[in-house]
């Protein structure tokens, strides 16, 4: 007869573990324990005596469940129901656990990211802006311990120390030019002062002067009719020039008045009714001819043709070394038979020392430069005319007088500026 005695459970940690217990005259017990990877418990007792026969004799086994235990184990030889060994189930269980990690991490991070995040927005949670993108002067800074003040979440704000630039002062307007009249006509040339006429002109007489010393002497000569019909030519307005140089005791002296009046007339603006032929441009002499109003006792009107006679004269200025080389070549031809044509007129009284060439060469070039005072007093404000005085009653005018001549309200005004040199007969 078996007996199956109550025994304590066995522990779920012995697994696969027999523990056989026997003694002399007694039964023996063998304990089988289940894995833990059973579903049930059960504590199997088997009770065998020794007479008998372990082939032969009936033996009595008693299952008892064990309601302690919920979740048991198989035996390790056995297989759990879907086929997995306890390897793979082991390895299934680590890589589990090694991705459940990796994800926690990665939230983690975000969740701290986007916290860090906010925090920047709202330092503290005070609702103070952060003003580290806009203002990189203004550093948060995180304290670890300054009293009350500090802290890893402080709300205030340090302020660095870096030096701010001084402002540039700003420059003072500048105020705008009041635009006057006169802004529309600065290109031309400055009005002459009177003293820069004085010097030119008298320097052109000189020069016509210092001429008639060099290349003529004081001779006394037979004037023959074919030669009084040519010299009559000569000298200003109203004088006989044959008979002034036969009754001067220089002749030099009556050669100088000639050769000053042939040199300003033939250099002259053309007026109308002026039948002598000059050198002055013709473009010019147009000019000359149509502002006639230069004398006009409106000022306005005086005013207008002053500005007409500039402007002419600056073109004609600006643009000479551009002008057809023709015309230059006529001029220059033109200056040339000038200079020949007193030269042959006056050759009785010339310098037999002298060479005619370098005469009538010297002479060209004094023509030239009268052409070129001629044209600057032309572009200036006022009226330049060259004035001669009766000749005879207190000697010989070899040098004209210059006056200047300017229309107002009030009139017209003269204004002498180079004054006549007279010489004794």
């Not at 002296?253 to 042939?262: D, E, G, I, R, S």
């Not at 070129?372 to 040098?399: A, K, N």
Request: negative net charge; aromatic residues 6%.
């Amino acid at each position: 007869m078996a007996t199956v005695p109550d025994e304590e459970p066995i522990p779920n940690n012995m697994i696969g573990e027999q523990d056989a217990k026997t003694t002399e005259g007694s039964p023996t017990t063998i304990t089988m324990a289940a894995t833990p990877l059973a579903k049930t418990s059960a504590r199997i007792t088997s009770v065998i005596f020794d007479s008998q026969v372990p082939t032969a004799s009936p033996s009595f086994t008693k299952t008892q469940p064990d309601p302690a235990v919920i979740t048991g184990g198989a035996s390790p030889d056995r297989k759990n129901n879907s086929g997995l060994s306890s390897g793979a189930v082991a390895g299934i269980s680590i890589g589990t656990l090694i991705i459940g990690a990796v994800l926690a991490f990665i939230a983690a991070f975000f969740l701290f990211k986007r916290r860090n995040r906010q925090t920047h927005t709202n330092v503290g949670g005070t609702g103070y802006t952060s003003y580290g993108e806009s203002a990189p002067e203004l550093v948060m800074m995180q304290q670890k311990s300054v009293g009350n003040l500090g802290g890893r979440h402080s709300p205030y704000v340090q302020v660095s120390q870096t030096a701010v630039p001084r402002a540039s002062p700003m420059p003072a307007p500048i105020p705008l030019p009041n635009t006057a009249p006169e802004d529309a006509i600065a290109f031309l040339p400055p009005v002459a002062h009177d003293n820069e006429v004085h010097g030119r002109v008298s320097g052109l007489l000189d020069r016509l002067h210092e001429h008639v010393e060099k290349f003529y002497r004081d001779v006394h000569a037979s004037i023959t009719p074919s030669m009084e019909h040519g010299i009559a030519k000569f000298g200003s307005e109203g004088v006989n020039m044959a008979e002034l140089i036969q009754g001067c005791s220089s002749p030099t002296t009556a050669l100088k008045h000639a050769l000053v009046a042939y040199v300003l007339g033939i250099t002259a603006p053309k007026r109308k009714g002026d039948e002598q032929e000059t050198i002055f441009p013709e473009e010019l002499e147009r000019t000359s001819m149509e502002n006639s109003t230069d004398t006009s006792p409106n000022p306005s009107v005086s005013t207008a043709a002053a500005l007409h006679r500039r402007i002419s004269v600056y073109l004609y200025t600006a643009t000479s070394g551009t002008q057809n080389p023709r015309e230059s070549r006529l001029t220059q031809s033109n200056i040339r038979e000038a200079a020949e044509h007193f030269s042959l007129t006056f050759f009785p009284w010339a310098n037999p020392a002298a060479c005619d060439q370098d005469k009538d060469d010297d002479l060209g070039r004094i023509i030239t430069a009268a052409l070129e005072v001629r044209i600057w007093l032309f572009g200036q404000p006022g009226m330049y005319e060259f004035e001669w005085e009766e000749t005879g009653r207190r000697g010989v005018l070899i040098s004209p007088g210059l006056v200047r001549r300017t229309y107002t309200n009030e009139g017209m005004n003269s204004a002498r500026i180079v004054d006549g040199v007279v010489v004794a007969m």
